[in-house]
Every structure is written in C-alpha cells, then in structure tokens.
C-alpha cells in the first residue's frame, strides 16, 4: 500500500530534523493539490530521495515532490499552478536531467523536481535532413548519447559535443556545453536552432533567433533560470566513420600552449583539440598501451614520467575507410609542426561513435571498482589567454605539485565561435583557455577527501582572484546573488531583467542559489 500524503508530509518533516536542514516546506493541502492535477504523467510524493542526489555527490536536499511528465503539458501545468499559489508559497520548481550537477543544482529543496528523462525515448526524436541545414529535433530530456544513436541512422550527427554524452540536451544547453570541437563549431549553445520552453509562468513558447528571440538567448547558458528546455532543434553535419585519435606528450607549457592556439587558429587543422596536465603520475605511457599503440615502442618503453608535470595533447582526425591515406599524409603533416616528445607519439583508429562515448568506457570501469558514486569537487574556470602561463606556473608549480586527485584539462577556445547573445559568461579575449580540475574525493580524510580537494580549489580561486587573472567560473558554485552579480558584471542587469521577465516569482532552479524565492519585485 501506498503511504497517503500527509504520511509522506509528516516523513519529509522528520528527514529535514533528522538531516538538520533549514527551509520551507509545502504544507499538506498544497502537495494535495498537486496530487488533484491532471497530468499525462503523475507525481511521487513517498520515495523521492533519488531525485536529492547528483553527481557531485555532497549536497542533498529532499523534494516534496517528484513529477513524471508524461507529455510537455504537464510540466505547464505543474508551473501554472505553482504561479498560482503566488509570491507566498515557498513552493520551488528544478528540472532534473541525468542529475550531473555538482553542486544541488537541479534539486528543490521541499520543492518539486521534474523528472525530465521521463519524456525522452527513441519515437520523440525526429531528424530532418533535406537541403543544406540538416537538424534533429530533440527533447528536453533525452540523453545525448541517445541523439547520436538516432542521427547516425541517417549519417549525420551534432557538430559540438561535450566530453561525457550521458547528460540530457536540456542540460548541457542550460550551461553551455564545450568539448574539443569548441574551437570550431562553438560550444552546444552557439548549435541550437530553435527552443521549445516551459517558462516560470507556465506558458509554453516557441523561440529562435527569428521568433521570440529574447528567451530564446536568455535559456541558452541561463542555468535554468527563465524556463524549462522541453525540445531543441540541434544543427547537424554529415558525420565521419572513423576517427583517428592521437595523444602526445610535451614537458613545456609554453610549447604546448603555443601548438594548441596555432592549431585552434589554422584553416586545416584537427578536428578534436584537447590538453591535459599530468602532476606525477607514473608508467603514462604504458597505461596507454591498453588502447594506442606507439610510433616508436622502444624509445616510447624508455620514457620516464615520474616525478614530472608533462602536458597532453589529444588530437582527431575525422575520415571515412576510403579517404584513409588522405588522413595519414594530412595527420603527418600537422604533427610535423608541433614539438611534443617524439617518443610519446601514440594513436589509434576507432569508429566515431566509440571516440564520441569514450568517457561512458571508463564510467563502467570506475563503477565497478565503486568509484564513480563518490563525490566530486570540481572546479571549471575559463581563464584569459593573456593569463594562461602566470596561471600555469603558480597552480601546476607550486599549489598543486605534490597532488593528484584527477584529470586537469587545459585548452583553448575561440571567443568568435561563442554567440555573446546567450546567457554564457566568458572572458573578454578572443583566446580563451577551459581549465578543469575533475577531481574525486574517495576517502573521509587525507589527500583523496573532499576537504582536501575543496582547499586546493580555495586556494586556486584565491590567486586568480588576487593576481586578478580575469577568471570566470563555468558551472559557478556560488551561494550569493552578491557572487552572481559580480560573476555577471556588466550583464547582470539583462539577466536581472529576464527573470523579472519569465520567471517573476523565482519559481525556477533554486539549487542555482541567484534568486531567493519571492526576493524579486513583481510585475505580474
């Protein structure tokens, strides 16, 4: 039997006490009343714990309610009756991907959290590919890795990508959405043709860049905060069968640097550009043997990375089995240009579904080992070219030396290629560099606990801002509307005004921590 509602109050009260947590909580008629809607799908009010969890695996707060829509009108619906209950209720609205956030960022506390891979599946995803602008039209809710699937059927595919393909389109396109091709093609955001969205007030609204363009811009990187993604229509490209995927190794940041902007900036280059820092790591070269095989085994069998900071490079080659000797001499002739180690030269040729979901790979690893469901401070910060090596040498020479809790990723990005009209906030230079810091916190103390982890990035957040490297955090942590304001700078007043606009009574995302509930002035 299922628990009646004012049993599932009363346990929601008892697990805030018990857990020491501090907010408002929906009383008893309210939940009623969303119990009395009339949905396509239905809501949970009994077992909701799932939904106060992420990825980053240290913030959890209990919603009142979880909605599985089964249709976009749901969630309309959902909305317009919280809008209803106006500026008094407490009552809060997180869409919900495939919880990857970091931080609590798509949870509700005593809120509602919509469940938005409810309205993914194979039959809502439909591609067009006549004429010259081929697109698919995906929903809100559906995983990426599920969109390649379905528009490789007809040989074509997104042209920007994030690194991990596991994570909803909805998502992704709440934040921006950056990987290797970003120096190309822009990240996910600069992608997207057309938005369908569930606003604050429950409306639902068509936008592009020609039809209600506003919004559209606004949603784009804009955390959540004027609506909800429900659908998008993503530009694609014919897509390649094969990849080459290439890694080397340099002991130079300035060499490294200096290749990946020429790389970025020339005409034919690599498809896929991507830098890594490795802090003392041994054997390097022989953990890539499981999947790259050596230009030269023997001298790569003498290099020694212990005790060193070395630099990766991963580059891609897109081609098809017929243009395969076209790809060698072009490959040979970029990597003749680039001054790595040439004993660290390894490669391997997999198919471009296997590239693309090459994260996934080592997922299914570390879960076996129990080590994905662990927390995850991470830090992101996108940092000035003009600023890139003074960084360098005071976060890889001196803060983090002696540690080594995770990848570090380290490459640039072309400012052109991001639209300004978005809500995604960049550093003011054409050349920019995406810092991640992708650590795990497995152990409660010591070099691999959370607390560990978090003083680094204290300690590296505090000298950009210090030596003022001109930092802007990507997927920001912060917990004030003072941090936003500054995060935003000159362009908080737009984003001000939009959720003014959209989201009036601060239903939207509040694990975002921008807009406290009914803090804003109404102009209904």
């Excluded at 595919?157 to 120096?183: E, I, M, R």
């Excluded at 550093?427 to 916190?441: M, Q, R």
């Excluded at 152990?443 to 490297?469: K, P, R, T």
């Excluded at 007043?493 to 807009?515: C, M, N, S, V």
Aim: charged share 20%; aromatic share 8%; proline share 5%.
């Amino acid at each position: 039997m299922k628990p009646s509602l004012e049993h599932c109050f009363k346990l929601m009260l008892l697990l805030l006490a018990l857990g020491g947590v501090t907010m408002h909580v929906p009383d008893a008629d309210v939940l009623s009343s969303l119990g009395a809607l009339r949905l396509d799908g239905h809501f949970s009010f009994h077992d909701t714990s799932a939904m106060a969890r992420d990825f980053g695996n240290r913030c959890s707060l209990l919603p009142a309610a979880v909605l599985h829509p089964g249709s976009v009108s749901d969630i309309a619906t959902t909305l317009r009756h919280v809008f209803s209950l106006g500026e008094r209720s407490p009552l809060t609205v997180a869409a919900r991907g495939h919880g990857h956030s970091l931080m609590g960022q798509s949870q509700a506390a005593g809120g509602i959290v919509v469940r938005m891979e409810s309205l993914r599946g194979s039959d809502r995803l439909q591609v067009v590919h006549g004429g010259m602008s081929p697109f698919v039209d995906a929903p809100g809710g559906e995983l990426w890795i599920n969109v390649l699937h379905e528009t490789l059927k007809h040989g074509l595919a997104p042209k920007s990508w994030t690194d991990y393909l596991h994570l909803t389109v909805g998502g992704t396109l709440s934040n921006a959405g950056v990987s290797g091709q970003a120096f190309r093609h822009g990240p996910q955001v600069s992608n997207v043709n057309q938005l369908e969205i569930v606003t604050g007030r429950g409306d639902v609204v068509t936008c592009s860049p020609e039809e209600n363009s506003d919004l559209f811009y606004a949603a784009l990187g804009g955390l959540g905060q004027f609506g909800i993604i429900t659908k998008a229509r993503i530009a694609l490209e014919p897509a390649p069968k094969m990849v080459r995927w290439i890694r080397v190794l340099y002991s130079d940041f300035a060499s490294f640097t200096e290749d990946q902007e020429m790389l970025i900036m020339a005409e034919n280059t690599f498809d896929y550009i991507e830098g890594f820092v490795i802090i003392n790591r041994t054997g390097i070269l022989n953990n890539w043997r499981t999947s790259f095989k050596p230009q030269d085994p023997v001298q790569a069998s003498r290099f020694q990375s212990d005790g060193r900071v070395l630099y990766c490079l991963e580059l891609t080659k897109n081609f098809n089995s017929d243009e395969a000797d076209i790809m060698e001499q072009e490959v040979t002739a970029l990597l003749s240009r680039l001054r790595y180690i040439r004993s660290t030269l390894f490669h391997t040729d997999v198919t471009y579904l296997e590239f693309l979901d090459r994260v996934h790979t080592s997922e299914v690893k570390l879960r076996a080992q129990g080590l994905w469901e662990v927390p995850h401070p991470w830090l992101n910060l996108l940092i000035p070219r003009s600023s890139i090596q003074r960084f360098a040498k005071e976060v890889f020479g001196k803060i983090l030396k002696d540690s080594n809790n995770g990848p570090i990723l380290l490459y640039p990005v072309n400012k052109s290629k991001w639209d300004n009209r978005t809500s995604v906030v960049i550093p003011d230079e054409e050349i920019f560099y995406l810092v991640g810091f992708l650590s795990s916190a497995p152990s409660l103390s010591g070099h691999g606990s959370v607390a560990h982890a978090m003083n680094l990035n204290n300690q590296i957040v505090e000298f950009c801002e210090e030596a003022d490297i001109g930092m802007k955090q990507y997927l920001a942590p912060y917990t004030t509307q003072q941090q936003w304001k500054a995060h935003f700078g000159a362009r908080w007043e737009t984003f001000e005004r939009r959720k003014h606009t959209y989201d009036p009574l601060a239903i939207l995302a509040p694990g975002q921590k921008i807009f406290p509930k009914a803090s804003l002035p109404l102009s209904l």
